[in-house]
């Protein structure tokens, strides 16, 4: 099997991400014993790797970027299994910082499929999903490469997610903000207490600054389970530094010492996100793990984690940024004046159809932009541009209609001026899509998971 064989086979299982959610996830996932039956049918290959699991609405990929990245700077043989992707399947499931290649992506769709066959043909649990399926390759290839480690961020919510069949040494919950309302609930307490389903009896949990009704929840969490609590803004604090185009410096008080930090993505939130990071970190140092404040510095400073705020160019200055939801939209647009210098405001935008997006285009024309494109990735849940244009023109917004992120880049950077920021935003597949075109990354293509109206044939 090649890999594009293995990426049609994998594009055959049901894949939950790829479409709108119709109510509650407990009606489609009601619990994790499917997971565990493909899991026990490869020998549980999760277990026995020390593992750091990550969820949070906002940051959790980020957070396990600077997790998995010191640890490899420590020396560890790393597995890292995020998602989604950007660009490729492959950068799913990285190790040592790296997507696998095509080759071992494809040899462990091989070895795996006669087991979720089995689980499908065999059981009444139903189908293993693609996510699910992904998941067992991930925790696949760690056991097989004998990784020292592994950091497993969250796909959705917690307590019913297919990475939550893990014994974590150290969880971490970063931010919690209203999204996937449908699937997770509708206030903050009723997803902070999904979130927290994966806190687990004697880990230590590193918690960032969260709203009092969603620290509550995750406290009695951690009592319950006779988990550690350690509160980010409180136990570990930090202090922001100077910032360029290249990333920003900062400062950490840590329980165990203090470190001067360097990364190199921009914005608040990522400092937020750099202490919860340390604070996991130093939770597995207090458990024996040896992760020195040079590995961390070291770690820390060469982390990568795309399309978060992340400048594509500076001549025009193009920026792409994954928000996409109503908190992270605010967050975004008070930042952008404190870390970048700008005249105005050009924006490619596009959004997933199940998102908050009257909320978001709010954030959006209060920053005055001079004019919107209105786009939509190759996502089959993305909006068609006519209904993003109808909602920005109700606002009064000056916007035009695109088909797609590439083409509005080209119209956007005929429009710009000297000094002129273009910000593409929205939507992480948005996002990614504007990447591949201002750096010439040539993407995977899933043609019958187009949305139906830019299928052809």
């Known amino acids: 099997m090649d890999y594009p064989d293995a990426i049609d086979r994998l594009l055959t299982l049901v894949d939950h991400e790829r479409t709108a959610p119709a109510g509650p996830r407990q009606k489609v996932i009601p619990d994790l014993r499917r997971m565990e039956c493909f899991l026990e049918r490869l020998g549980n290959p999760q277990d026995g790797i020390p593992t750091v699991h990550i969820t949070g609405t906002k940051g959790k990929g980020s957070t396990a970027a600077f997790c998995d990245a010191a640890l490899h700077a420590a020396g560890f043989s790393t597995g890292f299994y995020s998602s989604p992707h950007l660009h490729s399947f492959r950068e799913r499931i990285r190790r040592d910082s790296q997507p696998i290649g095509e080759e071992e992506f494809a040899g462990l769709v091989d070895q795996l499929w006669s087991h979720q066959q089995w689980v499908r043909d065999e059981t009444d649990l139903g189908a293993v999903t693609l996510f699910e399926f992904m998941t067992g390759m991930a925790f696949q290839s760690f056991a097989q490469q004998n990784a020292g480690f592994q950091t497993v961020e969250v796909g959705l919510g917690g307590r019913l997610d297919a990475t939550n069949v893990v014994r974590p040494e150290v969880c971490v919950i970063t931010s919690i903000s209203l999204d996937h309302t449908v699937i997770l609930g509708d206030t ?71 470190y001067q930090l360097r990364i190199p993505l921009l914005g608040q939130y990522q400092l937020e996100n750099a202490a919860t990071a340390v604070a996991a970190l130093e939770a597995l140092q207090e458990r024996g793990h040896p992760v020195s404040a040079q590995a961390i510095e070291r770690g820390f400073r060469e982390v990568s984690w795309p399309c978060r705020l992340e400048v594509l160019s500076r001549d025009p200055l193009v920026v792409a940024d994954g928000a996409h939801n109503a908190y992270s939209m605010g967050a975004l647009m008070d930042t952008l004046p404190r870390y ?118």
């Open 340 to 457: 970048l210098d700008y005249r105005r405001l050009i924006l490619l935008t596009g959004f997933s159809r199940d998102k908050s997006v009257d909320e978001m285009i709010e954030r959006l024309v209060r920053a005055g932009p001079v004019s919107v494109f209105a786009t939509r990735s190759r996502h089959p849940r993305s909006m068609p541009p006519a209904q993003i244009t109808a909602m920005f023109r109700e606002h009064g917004s000056p916007v035009e209609e695109v088909a797609n992120p590439a083409q509005a880049l080209e119209q956007a950077l005929q429009q710009a001026r000297s000094g002129d920021l273009i910000l593409a935003t929205g939507s992480l597949f948005v996002a990614a899509e504007v990447r591949e075109a201002v750096l010439g990354i040539q993407p995977e293509l899933y043609p019958d998971l187009l949305p139906s109206d830019l299928r052809t044939g």
């Open 188 to 258: 903050i307490a009723q997803i902070a207490e999904d979130k927290a389903g994966i806190i687990k009896p004697g880990a230590s949990v590193a918690i960032a600054p969260q709203r009092p009704e969603a620290l509550s929840v995750i406290l009695s969490a951690c009592q319950d389970q006779g988990a550690v609590a350690i509160q980010v803004g409180q136990e570990i604090t930090w202090q922001a530094g100077d910032s360029s185009l290249e990333g920003q410096c900062l400062s950490v008080n840590g329980r165990l010492g203090n």
